[in-house]
């Protein structure tokens, strides 16, 4: 599943090939917009809400997707051989005389009217990377229910949105908890909304979701994906457990304090 500053670098390259172009083809290859014809419109653009995508076209019409595990978009010029995988596998087409964007796998392909599209994204909690971004209301919203666990609290999309596991998990070790310790119990819980809009803002147009400042290939993380290595800080070997509906969380057993599966 993409991190939300994957999402923002993707809304920022459909924006750039595509805003502004008349679409010459348009297919929705899902059940309930296979009808649909946007062929003729304008993009008006396309913007990030969290891990959603809102394209935006003349005549007050949104296209919602979202990639969740496995889905994807990909650009290609006039000409280009499509490579995203099998043909049976686009949902979504949008050409214009420059640029075609094609989205492989897509769970979610949604036409909307732009007026309600809160019907789509209108659950999610305040965006870290969005221009309303409220850390207030985030810090409301994941202290009302006090004894969940961090790493999950974070993960949910109603709390705030555009956290995925690489930086719940990061983010666990940076405040010095485990994931696994109760939204309740950290130190200092505006440090780590801010934190958060740091590194997402300061990924948002780079690959690799680096936490550490360092963007060396295997240095770009504190504990994330580091099974069986020492900790960079303190030398202890890395733990490795699941959290979140089955996710893979990784921590160092002495910098970081709280609950944590016993093996
Ligand atoms: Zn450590």
Same mark, same amino acid.
């Given at each position: 599943m993409p991190e939300g500053d994957t999402i923002y670098h993707l809304a920022h390259r459909l924006d750039q090939a595509l805003t502004g172009q008349v679409l010459t083809a348009a297919e929705l290859r899902v059940p309930a917009h296979a009808t649909a014809d946007l062929t003729g419109r304008r993009v008006l653009g396309t913007v990030p809400r969290g891990k959603h995508l809102l394209t935006r076209f003349e005549g007050g019409v949104t296209l919602h997707t979202h990639l969740r595990m496995d889905g994807r978009w990909e650009l290609f010029r006039p000409g280009e051989r499509w490579r995203g995988g099998p043909a049976f596998q686009v949902r979504a087409l949008l050409g214009t005389e420059r640029a075609t964007a094609v989205g492989y796998r897509l769970p979610v392909v949604q036409l909307l009217r732009t007026a309600e599209e809160h019907r789509a +994204?209108? %659950? !999610?909690? &305040?965006? #870290? !990377?969005? &221009?309303?971004?409220d850390a207030a209301e985030a810090r409301r919203r994941l202290l *009302? *229910? &006090? /004894?969940?666990p961090i790493g999950s609290a974070l993960l949910d /999309?109603?709390? #705030? *949105?555009g956290i995925g596991n690489v930086y719940a998990v990061e983010l666990s070790f940076l405040a010095g908890v485990t994931p696994w310790t109760p939204v309740a119990d950290l130190p200092d819980l505006d440090r780590l909304l801010e934190r958060a809009r740091q590194l997402l803002e300061a990924n948002r147009l780079r690959p690799? %979701?680096? $936490? $550490?400042?360092? $963007?060396r290939p295997g240095c770009? %993380?504190? +504990?994330?994906?580091?099974?069986r290595r020492d900790c960079v800080r303190c030398g202890t070997p890395i733990r490795t457990a699941r959290h979140d509906q089955g996710r893979v969380a990784h921590w160092c057993p002495r910098c970081q304090r709280g609950p944590a599966p016993t093996e």
């Open positions: +994204v209108g %659950h !999610l909690g &305040p965006d #870290l !990377l969005g &221009p309303g971004w *009302a *229910a &006090p /004894q969940r /999309q109603r709390n #705030l *949105a690799g %979701h680096i $936490t $550490t400042g360092d $963007t770009g %993380h504190w +504990v994330y994906g580091r099974t």
